[in-house]
């Protein structure tokens, strides 16, 4: 049995995303972005009341970088993985989490924007710097790109499916437009089919309302 706990536009889209990439069979479970997160029910899967939740038989993994590790191992077979001694396994493991870099960004911007704040109570400060962050981000990745289509020699993997994933939110904040390289990456991988099936469904409640929120000038 697999179950995902998932909260539509959060990081919880980088495992569903790598699930339907993957061609498992699993049910998914699909939350509001509010305080029903804290039900003791819930936090009886998930102790700190987030998403994602991957409940494998009686595994349960809550950090979504944790999961396409782990999800990788249980399913060599796929390629998405990078095992100890291959050439690209550091590049694999750098890769891969750089993906929490960009989300630690995204999530203060998303707090500012859309989670906690009010328009009045919002830093203009705060959002300036996570914003130049996470652009200084995308450089880096835009440099990675440079020559190659994925962020691997040995190609597509669950680093891309991080890495994209997260991309994913902080377009909503920083325009991929300004990097080129990046910009064609990110093209790319939003092609893909197991990408779109991990978007929001019709009816879902929508994290980000706009497409793209203006940084605030102080």
């Known amino acids: ?41 819930y936090l009886a899967v998930h102790p700190g009341g987030r998403v994602p939740a991957l409940e494998i038989d009686d595994t349960v993994l809550f950090e979504s ?14 390629g998405l993985g990078c095992a100890f001694g291959h050439a690209d396994y550091a590049d694999w493991l750098n890769w891969l989490h750089f993906a929490e870099s960009i989300s630690q960004h995204t999530a203060a911007l998303t707090q500012q924007h859309v989670a906690i704040y009010p328009a009045e109570k919002r830093s203009p400060l705060v959002t300036k710097l996570e914003a130049a962050r996470l652009a200084k981000l995308f ?25 994209g994933q997260a991309l994913y939110m902080a377009k909503h904040f920083v325009r991929l437009g300004r990097f080129e390289r990046l910009n064609a990456y990110y093209e790319r991988l939003s092609a893909r089919t197991a990408f779109q099936k991990s978007l929001p469904a019709d009816g879902d409640m929508r994290l980000y309302q706009a497409g793209f929120y203006e940084v605030l000038n102080g």
Do not use: N
């Open 1 to 41: 049995m697999i179950r995902l706990h998932h909260v539509p536009e959060s990081r919880s889209m980088r495992v569903l995303w790598m699930l339907h990439e993957l061609g498992l069979d699993f049910e998914l479970a699909v939350h509001p972005f509010d305080k029903s997160l804290r039900d003791p029910t």
């Open 65 to 78: 970088g944790a999961a396409l590790e782990y999800l990788c191992a249980r399913h060599p077979q796929a």
């Open 139 to 163: 450089q880096a990745l835009d440099a990675r790109l440079s020559g190659r289509d994925t962020l691997l020699e040995s190609g597509f993997s669950a680093a891309d499916i991080g890495v």
